[in-house]
């Protein structure tokens, strides 16, 4: 991360912890450009909304295909959850490449191109569109992006484009129930009363 | 409701208040309950947080997964702040960047605002930042109101904490707030029966408060205006309305329909059970029960307009549904704007009797803006890796915090920066949102697939963060003032900010980020990113903690203060500022505490002596 990056992700966190909100928010979303308009200064806050809802989506078909392709090879299903695809996962990265606002406006061109990318890396190495590589050659390439600072000189852009579509899709798929579920977080709950931590946890943490 | 049309309005009222926030809802809760007709006028718009609040809704309901755009700044989409933030449409304010010369209209913080020397939030709503705000309640202590005389630096205020004292009870018992006496040094305990139980501290809380131990840092239950459990109706509103039985009835009837926390979802977001304080729930209820408190939404107050004899006669404002400009009598009135729109509807009213804005005489208008020092440090706990899960929820803020502990240490010499912060904390097993796992990479070597699921249920909840809140000591590179050209949509002209620290703030600033490293290594962890050792680079630029005050201080003599000791101004004497304006010092304690305490005896002096026709 650049020191600018850093700076405003230390921001970020800052700010959150004088109020409420979760604790560790690396929002490492890009920044930059103009805004148009979104949902306003005084949206409903209590609507129940889908990708599409406020701004419509964006994606051709190629690049959902692509999408859904790359966001479950990051996020495959298992034996806790399923897969990123199949919880809406594609609708809210294409909610978000096609949102009106200047972070959103300059993350879509870095998606954009790096969707290109490894469509015409996969016809370069295998004569086929990503979404349409067997797993193993879809991991050939994805092992070569998966981490900055090992990618090679010539895959670094697409190293950084894998970083903000990997949190693109921890985002989308971690805040749905499933994904909810698969991290067994169990708040969000009204209770009579809080007891603290359970007598297993403060064991697990030699606190008791 | 009685929320009026302009064209309802009395003829006159006793009283006048700019703002419904903190500072506004506590003045109105006391004058309307000595007997006075009350308007208010709030520059936003009317908002309800029992029906406006999306408890329990999740960020997959939201746009963007509810992550913060110009539009919702800070929280994101649930943040409770309407119409409002670094930036409100049509209402710019001047600042200062870093990389360019000359004034800039201000940006948001994620769009460039970083880069500015100051950042003012503001909310355009009923109840203003009470709506979203942190709800820290801490008692400045007695140190805190006579620093200069305690260190030589900064400004003594005219009161002492003996004399606020009693007013942080009432407020207290008022508001309710959860918290623990500790018998520390310069952070004063609240009487017996005066503080609701704490919540049970959080695993992860626990785990930080051993380890501190170690390091001699106090962790100890913070003070937090959130009802852990119901308020006493019977007992409370008696003992605050001894001589009022009808103020004391509607408290009660008001207080008997505010809930207990449910240990769920954030504050920020507001309050539907009405929880935690907020004004709009708490101090405006009982206020408007009287039939003695008319409300103006959406009302812009301009200037306060001045008689041939030097009394304030009223105010001018701007109806925003019609963009008209409208005006209101009262025989007081009272700034409660917030600190620097204070400040700024003062060095507006400008006549030939005051060419240098109302209430000015000393020049100090605008002057001392403070803010507090803000630092912090993330950092990646391996023990709490892989935790049983366990719903930890809890008040949604922190439970536990770390006072300052280094008074004596400083006041020996022994350190190189005068003035101390207090630490918030927190981490574990939160609601998971938007940029979850950001950074994750870093531990896993970039996995992806199965891989990445497994090391997602791992360091889930194993991540804490650690954020200074540290006083800054008022200097003169620090003020607001009018703008000479720009003008809001209203043609009002607006404020341009000048700020900055002095080295006592970014020396602590530094130690800030020592100190969260060293908390961080003792507990096996590992620190994200570089402790910082340049101050300019650890701190947050001004503004940036939203708790801007002074601007309007008040002192002991005229000639270097806007205001005497009852917020009064010592050149019109029917004319009050009850906000953040008056505060001579920024100590750590965040300010709504004090800024509800000192508006309730400036307000019951101000009664008193419109009782006695001094008015």
Redesign the interface.
């Known amino acids: 991360m650049s020191e600018r990056m850093d700076r405003r992700e230390a921001l970020k966190w800052m700010l959150a912890a004088s109020a409420t909100v979760s604790l560790l928010n690396f929002k490492s979303f890009g920044a930059g450009g103009m805004a148009a308009t979104g949902y306003g200064t005084d949206p409903d806050l209590l609507k129940d909304y889908k990708p599409g809802d406020v701004w419509p989506l964006t994606f051709t078909d190629e690049q959902r295909k692509t999408v859904a392709a790359l966001c479950d090879i990051i996020i495959p299903a298992d034996e806790k959850s399923p897969a990123a695809s199949s919880v809406g996962v594609p609708d809210f990265i294409d909610e978000w490449v096609s949102a009106p606002y200047p972070n959103q406006q300059s993350d879509r061109k870095e998606i954009l191109t790096g969707l290109k990318w490894l469509d015409e890396e996969s016809q370069k190495r295998f004569q086929k569109k990503f979404a349409d590589l067997a797993e193993s050659q879809q991991r050939e390439i994805c092992d070569d992006i998966c981490y900055l600072p090992n990618a090679k000189s010539e895959f670094k852009t697409a190293a950084k484009f894998f970083v903000k579509f990997r949190n693109l899709t921890a985002s989308g798929f971690y805040t749905t129930p499933q994904g909810w579920k698969d991290l067994q977080y169990i708040g969000n709950v009204a209770l009579a009363k809080f007891d603290g931590p359970p007598p297993e946890v403060l064991k697990y943490l030699n606190l008791d | 409701m009685p929320f009026v049309m302009s064209s309802k309005t009395k003829p006159s009222y006793d009283v006048i208040i700019v703002g419904s926030g903190a500072a506004g809802g506590q003045s109105a809760y006391v004058l309307v309950a000595a007997g006075a007709k009350v308007l208010m006028l709030e520059a936003g718009?009317n908002y309800d947080p029992v029906s406006?609040?999306?408890m329990?809704?999740?960020?997959?309901?939201?746009?963007?997964?509810?992550?913060?755009?110009?539009?919702?700044q800070?929280?994101g989409?649930?943040d409770a702040t309407?119409?409002?933030?670094w930036t409100v449409?049509n209402e710019p304010y001047m600042v200062q960047r870093k990389s360019q010369n000359g004034w800039h209209e201000a940006k948001d913080?994620?769009?460039?605002g970083?880069d500015q020397n100051f950042m003012w939030w503001r909310p355009r709503m009923l109840g203003g930042r009470t709506n979203?705000?942190?709800?820290?309640s801490f008692r400045m202590g007695p140190y805190d109101f006579k620093p200069k005389s305690r260190d030589g630096l900064g400004m003594d205020w005219p009161i002492s904490y003996d004399d606020l004292a009693p007013y942080y009870d009432k407020v207290e018992a008022l508001v309710g707030v959860y918290g623990s006496n500790e018998g520390l040094e310069n952070t004063p305990d609240s009487p017996p029966g005066i503080l609701l139980p704490p919540?049970?501290?959080?695993?992860n809380e626990?785990?930080t408060k051993?380890f501190c131990a170690k390091l001699g840092i106090p962790v100890v239950p913070a003070h937090v205006a959130i009802l852990s459990q119901q308020q006493n109706w019977n007992k409370i509103p008696q003992m605050l309305h001894s001589d009022n039985p009808d103020a004391s009835a509607r408290l009660a009837s008001s207080m008997k329909t505010r809930l207990a926390?449910?240990?769920?979802?954030?504050?920020?977001?507001g309050c539907s059970i009405k929880a935690n304080y907020q004004s709009t729930t708490v101090h405006l209820p009982p206020a408007l029960a009287s039939g003695n408190l008319d409300i103006i939404t959406d009302a812009m107050v301009r200037e306060v307009t001045m008689d041939e004899n030097g009394k304030a006669t009223g105010v001018l404002y701007i109806d925003k549904t019609t963009g008209k400009e409208m005006s209101a009598k009262a025989k007081v009135i009272v700034l409660a704007a917030s600190g620097c729109e204070s400040a700024r509807i003062l060095l507006n009213s400008k006549s030939a009797k005051f060419p240098n804005g109302l209430a000015n005489s000393s020049g100090k208008v605008g002057r001392y803006l403070m803010d507090t020092v803000?630092?912090?440090?993330?950092g990646q706990i391996p023990?709490?890796e892989n935790?049983?899960?366990?719903?930890?929820?809890?008040?949604?803020?922190m439970h536990l915090y770390m006072p300052w502990w280094n008074y004596q240490k400083q006041i020996a010499g022994k350190m190189d920066f005068p003035r101390g912060y207090h630490i918030?904390?927190?981490?574990?097993?939160?609601?998971?949102?938007?940029?979850?796992?950001?950074?994750?990479?870093n531990f896993t070597?970039?996995?992806?697939?199965?891989k990445?699921?497994e090391d997602?249920?791992r360091y889930?909840g194993s991540?804490?963060?650690f954020?200074g809140?540290g006083e800054m000591i008022p200097n003169e590179d620090s003020y607001c003032e009018i703008d000479p050209d720009k003008k809001d949509k209203w043609g009002i002209p607006v404020l341009r900010f000048h700020f900055k620290w002095s080295e006592h703030e970014l020396k602590q600033a530094v130690h800030m980020q020592k100190t969260f490293a060293e908390i961080i290594k003792a507990m096996g962890g590992k620190v994200l990113?570089q402790p910082q050792a340049d101050g300019a680079?650890a701190i947050?630029?001004g503004g940036?903690?939203?708790h801007e005050v002074g601007t309007t201080c008040m002192g002991s003599d005229p000639k270097n203060s806007v205001l005497n000791q009852y917020c009064q101004s010592w050149d019109v004497k029917n004319l009050f500022v009850t906000d953040g304006g008056p505060f001579v010092s920024n100590a750590d304690k965040?300010p709504t505490l004090t800024i509800m305490a000192n508006a309730w005896r400036a307000c019951d002096y101000l009664a008193g002596e419109m009782k006695k026709g001094n008015l």
């Open positions: 718009r406006e609040t999306p329990f809704n999740t960020p997959k309901q939201a746009p963007l997964r509810g992550a913060a755009t110009p539009d919702k800070f929280f989409f649930y309407v119409n409002g933030g449409a913080i994620d769009v460039g970083s979203h705000w942190g709800r820290f919540p049970k501290p959080r695993a626990l785990l051993k926390c449910f240990w769920a979802t954030a504050c920020g977001r803000g630092a912090s440090l993330s023990a709490l935790c049983p899960p366990h719903n930890e929820d809890g008040a949604s803020v918030e904390f927190g981490g574990g097993r939160r609601m998971p949102e938007a940029g979850i796992f950001g950074g994750l990479e070597g970039g996995s992806y697939g199965k990445f699921k997602a249920r889930y991540f804490m963060g954020s809140r990113g680079k947050a630029p940036a903690i939203i965040n």
